[in-house]
């Protein structure tokens, strides 16, 4: 979706792919593997169809497929681990072609290099995110995977003399079935690394998929359930201290003064190092670190945004969503639709500031010599990493050694590089490699946030209820304008107008307009489910006071919209049955629903939500269904779309990031709540099976819950809610 929108803007030069899959002389070429074995150097295009990943000097791979002479099959991908199962999903791709065991294929870090890596349909970033890994290698890795197949077969039957068609692959062989002849992978890969790359292989059908589809268990489960994964905190390089740091409470203050000797007098401290916007502890340990840091007598220079509230920047979205915006879609003549409707409804809402709140805290491990630089951390845009690391060393690229780790939650804060620079910065002044470790209070307080937004939407209703005309306008930061500034032209950004335009529903005159609003001096960054995070709450809730104004069902008023739609229509189709939509529910306890259609997956959810008197809320039950085009591995489907949906519920009850005099109010997990285990609801997951290419599956389920649970709330007590988080106090009922 928001990625769709911008390889549109870079594929100029390519040109479309058939049906049957990437041309195959701009998509693989075929070596021979150092110490022996076939290389297969491929490109994938970042976005499943959108154009070839070719550029102007020709070929350019960004994904390598080594089959070595022991037999293992080793992937260099562009992406990157961080609890969504890429490194089982993607393997599974090649498992299937190459008719080999899924323990069979191994998925290794890419290291940072962008002309290697990166994609030339974005500018050349190398970057995991926006749910796309699996949309953008299943049609690449599955031709890459039976192109291997053909040549391995193929040097078996030159081996043997005999006709290719007369073998077949299996179990990782080449087996001759006239006379029983076997020969491994391993055995072949050198030869098959001579001969030429056919021009055009048949891939397997799905009634013939032995491991797609498959719920395959997570190939990086062990070493995560034993310890021996490694994660960026983990890293422990010889001779390594711990830093903890205090950075500015007010963005873009200052250090006015620090009194240290009393952190120097710890034991354990090792030094403090003063930075013009922060103070580093250095120690043995962390511990020592942070008992340094409480001893720190610092004095700030509050700076410019010393006076910002939250209110003072809602205030100022407010005002700027009273002029025209940037139009986003135009469909039909809204004013002409407006002017003919007999019922007119109107509403205003707003989602606030979010901080990532990642179960592993901001971390990264660096060594500064005087002729090179080593950095050891956990990110999604490892060469962006890299490039910042060697500016504010001040070193030549070449000069900085970059190691990529598993992530312990991204959540979109990895695709950010302020805690490498942060990290190099301390590293500087110290002997020797350092690990800087954010405390929780600087994790939160120091977040780049999910922006915060105020929407204006109104629509049209004819006699019968139906929306003959939806105009919808809301401000709000613009992240793409900052983390990829070609995708943001005419003052339009697809990112933040993803899940507001391109709705299911057939509305003959729809006006969509975006402002961008930048807060000052506070920073925003991707949040799990992005533009839609914010864009389905509004559109969704509204889709309900609709219904609610033309006095009809919800699921029913949806469905008469979704004729032209049919895989929207059928996954919400069984989200109210799964969910006994209409059977009567106890006082106090509604249904709500909602639907979308983002990254590239049709989606449908029912929250079952009891509200008690007092005005407490609590999520009993969330039935989803999805359409997520063919499934790769179930099991990792339903474990996205529960995390997705437990993140998502916590922001609807507790997600908020307020400001007052300059400086984060929240701190830690006490005032930035998380939904704790005994609140989770029960999760029904509901797999459509479908034959369409895969749709993304990381973030879908988080943009969704908001509204459901929203519109439940509205059932079981008449209430509209139309801001986040939900204010239990207007819930309360009178004694």
Request: proline share 6%; hydrophobic share 45%; net charge neutral.
């Amino acid at each position: 979706m928001i990625l769709d929108h911008i390889t549109s803007r870079f594929a100029g030069r390519g040109r479309s792919p058939s049906a049957n899959g990437l041309s195959r002389r701009s998509f693989l070429q075929a070596g021979a593997a150092a110490g022996g074995g076939l290389m297969l150097s491929l490109s994938l295009p970042f976005a499943n169809g959108e154009a070839e990943a070719a550029d102007a000097d020709g070929f350019a791979p960004n994904a390598f497929i080594r089959i070595e002479g022991d037999g293992q099959i080793v992937l260099t991908m562009p992406y990157v681990e961080m609890g969504q199962g890429t490194y089982t999903s993607i393997p599974m791709l090649i498992a299937e072609e190459l008719e080999v065991d899924l323990k069979q294929v191994q998925l290794e870090h890419a290291p940072p290099n962008e002309k290697l890596y990166g994609n030339p349909l974005i500018g050349g970033v190398q970057a995991t995110g926006n749910s796309n890994a699996i949309r953008a290698a299943w049609q690449p890795l599955r031709q890459a995977g039976a192109i291997a197949r053909t040549m391995l077969v193929s040097a078996a039957a030159k081996r043997w003399n005999v006709d290719p068609t007369s073998c077949r692959p299996q179990s990782g062989e080449v087996f001759h079935a006239p006379t029983g002849r076997r020969i491994k992978y391993g055995e072949l890969a050198a030869d098959a690394a001579r001969l030429p790359v056919p021009e055009n292989v048949a891939l397997k059908q799905p009634k013939d998929f032995k491991v797609i589809g498959t719920p395959a268990k997570r190939l990086d489960a062990p070493a995560k359930v034993n310890g021996t994964a490694v994660y960026g905190i983990d890293v422990r390089p010889p001779g390594v201290k711990v830093a903890t740091l205090a950075q500015s409470p007010v963005f873009g203050g200052r250090v006015k003064n620090v009194d240290d000797a009393a952190a120097k007098a710890v034991k354990g401290v090792r030094q403090i190092v003063r930075l013009d916007d922060a103070v580093a502890v250095v120690a043995e340990h962390m511990g020592a670190a942070k008992k340094g840091m409480a001893a720190l007598v610092i004095e700030w220079d509050d700076g410019p945004h010393a006076k910002l509230d939250t209110d003072d920047i809602l205030h100022e979205l407010e005002r700027a969503t009273q002029n025209p915006g940037a139009v986003a879609q135009n469909i039909g003549d809204i004013d002409r639709g407006m002017a003919s409707a007999a019922t007119k409804v109107e509403a205003t809402y707003q989602v606030p500031f979010l901080a990532h709140a990642t179960m592993e805290p901001m971390n990264c491990t660096v060594h500064v010599r005087k002729d090179g630089c080593e950095v050891w951390v956990g990110n999604q845009v490892l060469a962006r990493a890299q490039a910042a690391a060697a500016k504010t060393a001040g070193l030549p690229l070449d000069k900085v050694v970059v190691h990529n780790h598993l992530i312990g939650g991204g959540f979109g804060r990895r695709l950010e590089i302020d805690g490498v620079i942060r990290a190099v910065e301390i590293a500087k002044h110290v002997d020797g490699p350092v690990k800087v470790v954010w405390t929780r209070e600087e994790d939160i307080q120091h977040d780049m946030y999910r922006p915060c937004f105020f929407d204006r939407i109104s629509a049209g209703l004819d006699e019968k209820g139906k929306p003959v005309a939806w105009n919808h306008r809301f401000a709000g930061s613009s992240i793409i304008a900052r983390w990829l500034p070609p995708a943001f032209n005419n003052g339009l950004d697809p990112d933040t107008t993803e899940g507001a335009i391109d709705l299911t529903y057939a509305l003959p005159n729809l006006r969509v307009e975006y402002l961008r609003v930048e807060p000052p001096g506070i920073p925003t960054a991707f949040w799990r489910s992005v533009g839609p995070s914010h864009n389905v709450f509004v559109t969704e809730s509204f889709m309900d006071e609709l219904a609610a104004a033309a006095k009809q069902d919800p699921v029913a008023y949806r469905r008469a919209l979704l004729d032209k739609a049919p895989r929207a229509e059928a996954v919400l189709k069984l989200a109210a049955e799964k969910a006994g939509w209409g059977q009567p529910l106890p006082k106090g306890i509604g249904r709500g629903v909602s639907i979308q259609f983002v990254f590239g997956t049709y989606m449908a959810q029912v929250a079952e939500v009891e509200v008690s008197r007092d005005g407490a809320v609590r999520v009993r039950r969330v039935v989803c269904a999805v359409d997520c085009g063919t499934v790769i591995n179930p099991d990792t489907v339903r474990a996205q779309i529960q995390s997705a949906i437990i993140f998502g519920v916590t922001a609807a009850l507790y997600g908020e990031i307020t400001l007052k005099d300059g400086r984060v109010e929240q701190t830690n997990f006490d005032t930035y709540q998380i939904l704790r285990m005994n609140e989770a609801p029960a999760i029904e997951v509901h797999i459509v099976q479908s034959p369409e290419s895969p749709g993304g599956m990381g973030e879908a389920g988080t943009s969704l819950i908001a509204p459901a649970v929203t519109n439940a709330i509205f059932a079981a007590t008449g209430k509209r809610l139309r801001k986040l988080p939900i204010d239990t106090t207007a819930l309360k009922q009178r004694a």
